[in-house]
């Protein structure tokens, strides 16, 4: 398996978690603030890492161009 599809299986694994979370947040499953606080941590994690991944491919792909 090379690196391109490794990072694309991660970003598929990443999204999954966020849809997941996201879903919880809108269905107001969060018990209390704390929690509620929690799970938007969670999300805004997973969009940077999402972020960083993105990125990473796009410079691996750039550095193959050169």
Do not use: P, W
């Not at 694994?13 to 107001?28: H, I, P, Q, Y």
């Not at 509620?36 to 940077?48: H, I, S």
């Amino acid at each position: 398996m090379n690196e391109e599809k490794i990072l694309q299986h991660l970003l598929k694994e990443l999204k999954e978690r966020e849809r997941t979370l996201s879903e919880n947040l809108s269905d107001g499953s969060a018990k209390d603030y704390a929690e509620y606080k929690e799970l938007c941590g969670q999300v805004q994690g997973l969009l940077f890492a999402q972020f960083l991944i993105k990125d990473l491919v796009r410079k691996m792909e750039s550095f193959e161009d050169e």
